[in-house]
């Protein structure tokens, strides 16, 4: 499997980070981009380096790399996901506005027909942003809101992150065990 990952410029961009570290565990191929904004926000939210990441990727690029092999069609991905989304990035596409290579790669992702799925974090929502997350919908993609759920009793921040992170890989068909499912939790506490 190869998948494209971006980190764009919300608040949350430890939840790309959980991710690519998850796929880097079970070998899945990952072409990475990090965007200027989600690069700034990095040095608030975690203590990774950036250096540090790119190399848990099998390939990374840079934002205006427009020339990159995922900016064609014509290059074989199983899909993209955004984690986390800005409203910016996610306005872009909703539009067709394909700029930089993060928008691009998921604009040639959507016309081939391909699984895009974005994570988006931000609250409250205003009407621009629930009309283009409608608009994206329609055209296929799945909006996967960064809400964390609390019936398997969560005890970390880290707990919170792999609750996403496990949905994001049930899109895509990886098995994982990063959270319990409402079934276990049930088996469990015998309800
Ligand atoms: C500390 C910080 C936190 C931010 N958090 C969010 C957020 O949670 N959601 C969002 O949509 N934008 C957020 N922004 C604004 C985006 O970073 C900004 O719109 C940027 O242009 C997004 O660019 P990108 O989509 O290319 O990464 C934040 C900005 C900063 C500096």
Same mark, same amino acid.
């Given at each position: 499997?190869?998948? @494209?990952?971006?980190?764009?410029?919300? &608040?949350?961009? +430890? /939840?790309?980070?959980?991710?690519?570290?998850?796929?880097?565990?079970?070998?899945?191929?990952?072409?990475?981009? @990090?965007?200027?904004?989600?690069?700034?926000?990095?040095?608030?939210?975690?203590? %990774?380096?950036?250096?540090?990441?790119?190399?848990? &990727?099998?390939?990374? /690029?840079?934002?205006?790399?427009?020339?990159?092999?995922?900016?064609?069609?014509?290059?074989?991905? %199983?899909?993209?996901?955004?984690?986390?989304?800005?409203?910016?990035?996610?306005? &872009?596409?909703?539009?067709?506005?394909?700029?930089?290579?993060?928008?691009?790669?998921? %604009?040639?992702?959507?016309?081939?027909?391909?699984?895009?799925?974005?994570?988006?974090?931000?609250?409250?929502?205003?009407?621009?942003?629930?009309?283009?997350?409608?608009?994206?919908?329609?055209?296929?993609?799945? +909006?996967?809101?960064?809400?964390?759920?609390?019936?398997?009793?969560?005890? &970390?921040?880290? %707990?919170?992150?792999?609750f996403?992170?496990g949905?994001?890989?049930?899109?895509?068909?990886?098995?994982?065990?990063l959270y319990?499912?409402?079934?276990?939790?049930?088996?469990?506490?015998?309800?």
């Open positions: 499997m190869n998948l @494209i990952l971006a980190i764009t410029g919300a &608040s949350g961009v +430890i /939840y790309g980070k959980k991710l690519l570290e998850v796929l880097n565990e079970k070998n899945i191929q990952t072409n990475l981009i @990090i965007s200027s904004a989600a690069k700034k926000i990095m040095k608030f939210e975690i203590d %990774d380096s950036i250096e540090e990441l790119k190399k848990k &990727s099998t390939e990374n /690029y840079g934002p205006d790399e427009l020339d990159a092999p995922i900016s064609s069609g014509s290059v074989p991905t %199983d899909g993209m996901v955004i984690a986390p989304c800005s409203m910016k990035t996610l306005s &872009s596409i909703s539009n067709g506005i394909s700029d930089n290579l993060i928008t691009r790669a998921a %604009d040639v992702t959507l016309k081939e027909g391909r699984k895009l799925v974005l994570v988006p974090r931000e609250t409250p929502l205003n009407y621009i942003h629930l009309k283009n997350m409608i608009n994206l919908s329609q055209a296929g993609v799945i +909006i996967l809101p960064a809400t964390p759920a609390f019936y398997h009793s969560p005890k &970390s921040t880290d %707990d919170l992150v792999k996403v992170v949905k994001i890989l049930e899109q895509f068909g990886i098995e994982h065990n319990q499912s409402w079934e276990k939790v049930e088996e469990k506490n015998g309800f």
